[in-house]
């Protein structure tokens, strides 16, 4: 049996139907109109060129629908049948070429959304060569904004966004956002107004989508469409340097409005298309909404079998408005999870989140193939804030109730939000070194924390009895001379705080 193709010529005019023997792609120097002339092999329906701005194609370039992906050949042309749900076709932008953005903001651009029709439809993309030297730059994690209202998004936009502006103007280095889901708080309306806020710094900003960005409409179970509408896919990837991101959405809702962290066997087989063209010895950063930390879906094993594969990999959360970084042990292989405590804090109720870090987001410093630095820059603060003292029998709270770490007195409690096992936190008084703090092991609720959020503001429990991992301890005998705490990171960065934090102050207001 004869097998046919369908050859079709871009006019300006319109489009031009012919059949013929199936074959590769084949493509036309532009003659006379201007004309492109690709041809498709049986049943691809979508197609197109990726070009650099002297409309030279580029080769090797990942293209996708969210199922199918492929790259582009020596002349820049890429060729695939979509899955019959897919909404966008979008391209992995390749180190060697800058993002694009709006034409107003800095919001990526990196997608188109696809017609309905099966017909063949022919997507093309054009790219600018990037001129910054993407072997060194940093990573903004921008975690739970979450905006109820018009209040919540004055505090973004005053607080939040000013801070990151600040902390960027610090420095010369390239600098890509990622914004960890829960852009807004079931309020549709105020996505679009996020969405250019996102884009209103000179980064750009990826967006992942989180649980609180999803909606339903009529007896639809609660899905990524309308958020999609002003992002983009919710699956996709780019790369910088020698370091590839890929964001995944990892929400699903049922019918009676629960949901859970999941991805799927389709969703694994995209990424597992989309990494098959990465260089292993790169670094590998999974951004997503949910911690997959505990987790146990289906795709676990199969996720982490090709989590695993790259030089270093690195996987970057919101959700729980809490800090945390979890060590995930695969044989002899370390991959970091690391769970940003949220910009909106406790739900904009405070300045701090439910396990007492500060309302804040993470500035990561990579080089190379690796992250040569991380820290966590508490919003209005300074960037060397990085641990609350307390006495463990101090109670905090109000009309509502009080709460202390323990009964016991002279216990000294240093909440450190941004530690891992590898810090080390020491004690000195009169200059004289005490011991080394360790984590405790049995106070896991931030005192301070519930004080003001159960204590004064009678906040639901259920919402504010937060696990915290990071609360130090050491019994300090006769503190009654000049008492210093010193915490030492893993890349050899030291802070140092004095300050033991008696009242709920600074949990009201910054000032």
Known sequence: MLNFKSIFKFVALGLLFSCSKAAEIKYTQPRGENKDVIDLIAGNNVYGRITDIAGKGISGVSVSDGFTVVQTDKNGIYQFKKNATARFVHYSTPSAYAINVANN???????????????????????????ANDTKFLIYGIGDPQVANTADVDRFTN??????????????????GLSLGDVVADQPQLMGGMKSLLGSTTMPVFTTIGNHDKTASGSNIKNGNLFESHFGPSNYSFSRGNVHFVCMDNVVFAADGSYTMNLSKEQLDWLEQDLSFVNKQHMLVLFTHM???????????RLFDLLQSFKETHIMVGHTHYAENFIHKIGDRTIFEHIHGATCGAWWKSTINGDGTPNGYAVYQVEGNTLTDWYYKPTKLSRNFQMRLHWADVAYGGDYGYFNYANESDILVANVWNADPSWKVEVFMDGKKLGDMQLSGTFNRDAWSKGYHLGVLNRNPANYNTVTTHLYTLKVNNPNGTLKVVATDRFGKVYEQTAVTTNLSTAKSYQ
């Not at 188109?112 to 054009?126: H, K, M």
């Open 159 to 176: 607080e939040t966004l000013a801070d990151i502006k600040g902390e960027m103007s610090t420095t010369n280095l390239p600098i890509y």
């Open 105 to 131: 903001n800095n919001n990526p651009i990196f997608y188109s959304a696809l017609e309905s029709t099966t017909n063949p439809r022919q997507y093309n993309f054009i790219l600018t060569e990037n001129k």
């Open 291 to 301: 911690p997959i930390r505990n987790s146990n879906f289906a795709m676990r094993s």
